[in-house]
């Protein structure tokens, strides 16, 4: 069984003051509910040392939204892996929706910022989903497929055994509208046997497949109630803690 892992992306939202309360009731509240899950927050870059502090000694993991996708040197206004790692984080979000859509980020691009997080000994979340018009066209399973191949083709099978993959489909994001458990253990399964096909079957079964788009207390248990799901991306349900607690199962 793989273990369900329940992650919180803050997006722009909470400055160091904010973020620092709540992670702290995060980590109270996850430690009094004795749940077995890895829980992971991505709050944004200025809040994130507060963070790692209110965190320290639970154990409630924390990394950034994004990075770059070098190391160091004249890049102004970009923040790397290097710098992520040494505050302690453990994850990186790579390719979310909103950087890819709204930011205008390409694969090419991605799939550098997915092996610079690798090398620096952080654990991307790799992001992949459609649009509606996809969706709408029957083209879901090509688009995601797609994104998948295009960012995780040519990793090393060591390399790949630290990637989780997230689906979010752009259409359930922040719109109240949240897929199925049907429709979200359907790609699933397609991430699934494409891997198995990039990297073998040890490879398929191990990788966290999480789902992402409007996922709130109430459809929580339901989506993880599915074996092909193993974890929750959570946006705006993520920004309380209680309602991020209700969706963390014991
Ligand atoms: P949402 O965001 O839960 O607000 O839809 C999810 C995400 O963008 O990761």
Known sequence: ???????????????????????????????ASRSSCEVVLFPPFTTLPAVMEAIRGSAVRAGAQDIYCEDEGAFTGEISGRMIR???????LVGHSERRH???EGGELLARKLRASLRNGLKPVFCVGE????????????????QVRECCEGLEAEEFSRV??????????????????RDASDMHGIIRMLVKELFGTAAAERVP??????????????????????????????LKSKSFLDIIPR
Do not use: Q
Request: charged share 25%; glycine share 12%.
């Open 1 to 31: 069984m793989r273990r369900k892992i329940i992650a919180g992306n803050w997006k722009m939202n909470k400055d160091h003051r904010e973020g620092a309360i709540l992670a702290k009731e995060i980590a109270d509240g996850f430690a």
């Open 102 to 104: 709204v930011i205008g």
């Open 164 to 181: 989780v993959l997230a689906y979010e489909p752009v259409w359930a994001i922040g719109t109240g509208k949240t897929a199925t458990t």
């Open 209 to 238: 497949i999480l789902y992402g788009g409007s996922v709130k207390p109430e459809s929580a248990p339901d989506l993880l109630g599915d074996a092909e799901i193993d974890g929750l991306l959570v946006g705006g349900a993520s």
């Open 86 to 92: 040494a505050l302690g984080c453990t994850h990186v």
């Open 131 to 146: 649009l509606l018009e996809d969706r709408e066209a029957a083209r879901a399973f090509e688009v995601v497929t797609a």
